[in-house]
């Protein structure tokens, strides 16, 4: 038996050698991260006025400033609820199911690309490019470099470099017309080298708002199919945009239709209110069926190790919505209804503004679309519109047109022009 003196000083050697351990702790050279984008929240908590607007929102929120839960999306969880399903694991892809209706719901239900596809499940739209990225980073044959646009979603760049792709930027929005830039974006797909990948927002551009016109889109895909690029598709806001799914999958289709076989990342998370959830879809078109299957057989092997198989309750929401005729059309209104209320938010914030006298052109305001607007607005007006009026947003002027309610776009009206004129 141990004297309590000597159990005493082991006692003492194990805390030195604890004491030792924590000095040297493995993670003592980790890095802290930069400050996240966190800030607005908090300044936003932080601030105790009653009518203060948090303009810094990715999702959606209703006329009441409420998360919404879309009647269809409800439906559909009810009759899975009730036909009380086993959990099993779905497959490497995903449930055939959904990624048929979902690759029916991007390409169109006519579409030559449905016979030639490889696709995939995916943890939603992230989940969707960062599957891209490393499917190029190991199978395209060109140089593994992606252009995205400047500006483009904060998250691309990352994604794309963890992908072990390298990442270059070409011209999209123009400043000094708030608007796009159209000759510089055409002239950067023709300076690009031949065989290039570029990635496109297929619409409701993110962060500006602002897209290509139909037109316009045109002459970008004749420049791509000049320049022999490969064009990588993020849509994230499929009939969040207009409020009618197969005009934003204008460009999409267009491009498959001009014999481009594209990559797609989609998203489920805005257009069904399914964010958390993690749905979405990465799918190549390829030459021909038997091209799809060596393609899918590759997916597989990416995915695999990473994460074995998704998650399926995203998938079985969205799959009982897209293939039951009256949830179906349900959603088609229900999307519609979001895009027409964030629509009609960017037509009252522009008429508040007029009345109020301001001399500057709010033409973007209403021309931009989707989400989010690019208000113009300096990083100097954003501050002081945070700190004056507290109404919070990021600081290169992007608003979330989703924080808009019929009940504050009179005061975010006046703080704006009392900042800006
Ligand atoms: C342009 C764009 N792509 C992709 C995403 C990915 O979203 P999620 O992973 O939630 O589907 C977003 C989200 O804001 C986005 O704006």
Not at 100 to 122: C, E, F, H, N, P
Not at 360 to 385: R, V
């Amino acid at each position: 038996m141990l004297s309590s003196l000597r159990i005493a000083s082991r006692r003492a050697v194990t805390a030195r050698s604890f004491g030792a351990v924590r000095a040297a702790s493995t993670w003592a050279n980790v890095p802290q991260g930069p400050p996240a984008i966190l800030g607005i929240t908090e300044a936003f908590n932080a601030d105790s006025f009653n009518q203060k607007i948090n303009l810094g929102v990715g999702a959606y929120r209703d006329d009441k400033g409420k998360p919404h839960l879309l009647p269809s999306v409800q439906k559909a969880e009810k009759l899975i609820f009730d036909s009380r399903l086993f959990k099993e694991y779905a497959g490497i892809t995903g449930i055939p199911a959904f990624t048929k209706a979902a690759a029916v719901l991007a390409y169109g239900k006519d579409s030559s690309a449905l016979d030639r596809l490889a696709i995939t499940q995916s943890i939603s739209g992230t989940g969707a490019l960062r599957i891209g990225g490393a499917f190029l980073e190991r199978h395209y044959p060109g140089a593994k470099k992606i252009y995205i646009p400047n500006p483009s979603w904060a998250n691309h760049a990352a994604v794309f470099k963890d992908s072990g792709l390298e990442v270059a930027k070409y011209s999209y929005y123009n400043k000094d017309t708030i608007g796009l830039d159209f000759e510089g974006l055409v002239a950067d797909i023709k300076a690009a080298p031949q065989g290039s990948i570029f990635m496109f927002h297929a619409c409701a551009h993110n962060p500006t708002g602002v897209d290509p016109t139909p037109e316009q889109w045109k002459e970008i895909e004749a420049a791509v199919k000049a320049q022999g690029h490969y064009a990588f598709f993020d849509m994230a806001y499929q009939g969040f945009a207009s409020g009618d799914i197969h005009k934003d999958a204008f460009a999409v289709r267009y491009f498959v239709e001009q014999g481009h076989n594209i990559a797609l990342a989609q998203s489920f998370a805005k257009n069904m209110g399914l964010y958390g959830e993690r749905i979405g879809a990465f799918s190549i078109v390829c030459a021909d069926a038997a091209e799809a299957k060596r393609v899918d057989s590759q997916i597989k092997i990416l995915v695999r190790p990473l994460y074995s198989n998704p998650p399926i309750h995203g998938a079985r929401i969205a799959e009982k919505v897209l293939n039951t005729p009256e949830l179906y059309d349900a959603w088609l209104l229900e999307v519609k209804e979001m895009a027409d209320r964030i629509i009609t938010m960017r037509a009252l914030l522009k008429d508040n503004l007029e009345k109020l006298g301001s001399k500057h052109d709010w033409s973007h305001i209403t021309s931009q679309i989707g989400m989010f607007a690019y208000t113009g607005l300096t990083p100097a007006e954003m501050d002081q519109l945070a700190e004056e009026h507290s109404v919070y947003a990021t600081k290169d002027g992007r608003i979330s047109v989703a924080g808009i309610t019929t009940a504050n776009v009179g005061r975010l009206a006046e703080a704006i022009f009392k900042v800006k004129g």
